[in-house]
């Protein structure tokens, strides 16, 4: 494989820009490529500030009335002026913005972009974009990309990077074969690269992303036919006999199973006691009981002599999980030695617990992907137990499975996936749905608002925490400058210490934050000592908190339903009362009713199926969540379509290539890289 080109051999990019890329995983041209929009923005048309709404996300024309003041509270800086436009004002709101003075000067305008909050007489903007009107009018017919950032580093830093690494030809080669191209009208590939970061139009925009989808899910389904192929009808090495360890634990439990559990249950027996090993999915939705029966089968394979092992996709997740099975052996005398096994664990601690594995001493591992290291070595690995399959991917499970000799594979998912889809994606597996609620789970109350309830939401919230209680907050951006009329975790963070307050604990957390303290910030959650938790999507999968008894998600029209629901399973774990407030920033009658759906159901299986039916390959314009499967840009829901395409394609090709592995994709560039898969 040849030589990637290094970021810094684009003009402007040196020691100091090249770091700040360095930290959204950006080290070569190539990864800059890679490096997609979150979104684009498309700037509309200015209104008079007589008519604005509450609420409404607009762009006012207008001059400074006023000096502006600039205050620091609690070592935060805040700015404030007061624009007008001859028909009525608009306070203006800033954080961290103590520059602010020399970037609106008194005799120009300017216009303002954000969402409009307050009554007539008294209006106020937080943190809106500010635009020269020459530089606005140039963008506004135009689709605007907006990236993931980091601190330092601008939209416009990205933008001017992209358009330098797209110049280079040496860096852009077609990798698909041209008969795929030409039998499924896809774009050629430097087309669809120009495409995706710097559109014409829709059209453009739609075409580029067609093409991009389907390599991400042919490079998918290559990988996991071959896969398939190599899994078929493998003899059972690890057969288990009935053991009264099981029985006993189902008799002694404080609850009984549903009868969906105890459907799951036997199917799982059965393949345990099967001439070929299992490969098995269940899917179920949160709290449907699907953590109850993965510890059964790994109760079945130590009662027997042998070892299990559960990855988990965060270190939190993990750590719950051994709790839970450590209490389960205490209580009820169970036959597991259990250990964890997770990367922040000192050398000595990982050393021991290598050895308790290898000698067997230990016959439950339970850990995140240093389950999969080098160094762990096990003695006679049985069953091997995935917890939220979308979070690994396929070498991630092949490897895994690999530390034994032809293991047994159950895979966990609270992912609703209609089966239409799950056939597809999971193909390799028999699949099993745990599709009943235990009894006693009270059902979440939901609510679709629009951004003018926001102040009685902060209401009830303060009600819900004087009571005890903690409250998620899930924002689309992670900081300001990714994408504008969003909002961000760090404003909002700020904003939220102005709304609440000093008793009120507040937290924030996303994905770009280092792993250690990402795992610092949910513990501290779990253990009570933060009231309100702000957050992307990373909380998705991450933690049970009982307590957590409200998720509010802004701008909940800016995703799928189904994340919507994988949300809406962060709460409700508990035995009090739990509520989902869904605050949409858009007016759109279409928008109000597919968010309606979450009102009317707490079904994921239902609420899946309608977002398959209700987004389509036209709805481009949401935001593209990182961590769902392993796709960059593809949706399985709005991109079923490809995806079925894709896999009919990737079938056809290996029959051509007879079966061969990744020696057949060396038709591929160097672009291919199979170790992200």
């Known amino acids: 494989m040849e030589e990637k080109a290094k970021l810094k051999t684009l003009k402007g990019i040196g020691d100091k820009t090249a770091a700040l890329f360095a930290r959204l995983g950006i080290f070569t041209v190539e990864d800059l490529l890679r490096h997609y929009p979150l979104g684009y923005d498309t700037l509309q048309e200015q209104v008079s500030m007589r008519e604005i709404k509450a609420g409404a996300f607009c762009v006012v024309r207008g001059r400074l009335a006023g000096a502006i003041s600039t205050r620091h509270v609690r070592g935060r800086s805040i700015s404030v002026c007061k624009v007008s436009d001859g028909t009525g004002e608009v306070s203006l709101i800033f954080f961290h913005m ?24 008294s209006w106020k903007m937080e943190q809106p974009g500010i635009y020269t009107p020459k530089d606005y009018e140039e963008r ?7 990236y993931s950032l980091t601190s330092g580093l601008t939209n416009n830093t990205v933008t001017k990077a992209m358009r330098q690494a797209l110049s280079l030809e040496a860096e852009i080669r077609e990798y698909l074969p041209a008969e795929i191209r030409a039998h499924y009208k896809l774009i050629d590939y430097k087309d669809a690269l120009w495409g995706i970061h710097f559109p014409e139009d829709r059209d453009m925009l739609q075409q580029a992303r067609r093409r991009l989808v389907f ?11 071959q896969c398939r192929m190599q899994i078929q009808q493998v003899a059972n090495r690890w057969p288990v006999e009935d053991v009264e360890d099981t029985a006993r634990l189902l008799a002694h439990l404080p609850y009984s199973l549903t009868s969906a559990q105890m459907r799951v249950w036997e199917e799982i027996r059965t393949d345990l006691r099967k001439n070929t090993v299992m490969n098995r999915l269940v899917q179920g939705d949160v709290g449907s009981g699907k953590t109850i029966l993965a510890i059964l089968a790994l109760l079945e394979v130590a009662a027997n002599g042998f070892q299990g092992a559960l990855m988990a996709p965060t270190e939190v997740l993990a750590r719950q999980h051994f709790e839970q099975i450590e209490e389960l052996t205490e209580r009820y005398g169970l036959p597991f030695s259990p250990v964890l096994l ?12 290598y050895g308790l594995i290898e000698g067997g001493e230990a016959n439950v591992i339970i850990g995140t992907h240093a389950l999969i290291q080098e160094k762990a070595v096990y003695k006679n690995l049985a069953l091997v137990v995935t917890d939220e399959q979308h979070r690994f991917g396929v070498r991630q499970r092949e490897a895994l499975a690999g530390k034994g000799m032809d293991t047994h594979v159950l895979v966990m998912s609270a992912t609703p996936i209609p089966r239409t889809l799950a056939l597809i994606l999971y193909g390799d597996l028999h699949i099993s749905v745990v599709d009943e609620l235990p009894a006693d789970r009270l059902p979440i109350k939901n609510c679709v608002v629009d951004t ?15 009571k005890g209680r903690q409250v998620y907050i899930i924002c689309p951006m992670v900081e300001a400058g990714e994408l504008e009329g969003l909002e961000n975790v760090m404003d909002y963070t700020e904003k939220l210490r102005d709304v609440f307050s000093d008793a009120v604990r507040i937290s924030h ?8 303290e990402k795992n610092r910030v949910m513990e501290a959650f779990g253990r009570g000592e933060t009231d309100i938790l702000v957050s992307t999507t990373v909380i ?5 908190v009982p307590n957590a008894t409200v998720m509010m998600v802004e701008n909940a029209e800016r995703f799928g339903l189904a994340q919507l629901h994988q949300l809406r399973g962060r709460v409700g774990r508990g035995r009090e009362q739990s509520y989902c407030i869904f605050v949409s920033a858009s007016d759109k009658k279409q928008t109000m009713e597919r968010l309606s759906i979450l009102n009317r159901s707490n079904d994921g299986f239902y609420i899946a199926g309608e977002d398959l039916r209700l987004r389509g390959p036209g709805d481009l314009f949401g935001i ?11 949706d399985i829901y709005q991109d079923a379509k490809i995806l079925q395409e894709a896999s009919e394609a990737a079938e056809g090709f290996l029959r051509e290539h007879g079966g061969r592995g990744e020696t057949s994709l060396a038709v591929f560039s160097s672009q291919v890289d199979f170790g992200s898969i």
């Open 624 to 634: 593209r969540q990182s961590g769902s499967m392993e796709f960059k840009l593809a």
């Open 540 to 544: 998705e999968v991450g933690i049970n």
């Open 215 to 225: 390599d991400e899910f042919f490079l998918f389904m290559v990988k996991l036919l």
């Open 509 to 516: 957390l996303h994905g770009k934050m280092k792993p250690a």
């Open 342 to 353: 997770t990367g922040s664990m000192t050398a000595r601690e990982k050393r021991t617990c």
């Open 98 to 121: 103590p520059y602010l003075s020399r970037m609106i000067q008194p005799d120009m305008e300017y216009l303002f972009r954000g969402v409009v909050q307050g009554r007539p007489g």
């Open 452 to 466: 003018g309830y926001r102040e009685k939401a902060y209401r009830f919230i303060r009600g819900e925490i004087q």
């Open 140 to 146: 506004r017919r135009t689709l605007q990309p907006g």
